[in-house]
Nanobody, 121 residues
Framework: VQLQASGGGLVQTGGSLRLSCVTS????????MGWFRQAPGKEREFVAA????????YYGDSVKGRFSISRDRAKNTVLLQMNSLKPEDTAVYYC???????????????WGQGTLVTVSS
């Protein structure tokens, strides 16, 4: 299983970015795709997740109402639309895949390489 994240960059407070994660090699359809982030000196934090087959979503409290996760089945891609960005959203964002629609990173068994998002004040 391979995951390739992209779309990070520098944006001003209040701006928007869209992250993408292309996945390949997953043969079981009822899996979950998630996004996590890690800021310098902090623990990895759950952002959002989506069940690939049914489209059920789950969000971390700090991003509810601002971020939206979706998937493009034709392109095997999961998207994270980030709006109303704040400086505290600055982090390396990772996509991951697992079996459970939860925020516990230990339940995700494959991880992408991460993409850096920087929000300037």
């Amino acid at each position: 299983v391979q995951l390739q994240a992209s779309g990070g960059g520098l944006v001003q407070t209040g701006g928007s970015l869209r992250l993408s994660c292309v996945t390949s090699g997953r043969t079981f359809s009822n899996y979950v795709m998630g996004w996590f982030r890690q800021a310098p000196g902090k623990e990895r934090e759950f952002v959002a997740a989506i069940r690939w087959s049914a489209g059920n979503t789950y969000y971390g409290d700090s991003v509810k109402g601002r971020f939206s996760i979706s998937r493009d089945r034709a392109k095997n891609t999961v998207l994270l639309q980030m709006n109303s960005l704040k400086p505290e959203d600055t982090a390396v964002y990772y996509c991951a895949t697992g079996q459970r629609l939860v925020g516990d990173p230990s339940t995700y068994d494959y991880w992408g390489q991460g993409t850096l998002v920087t929000v300037s004040s």
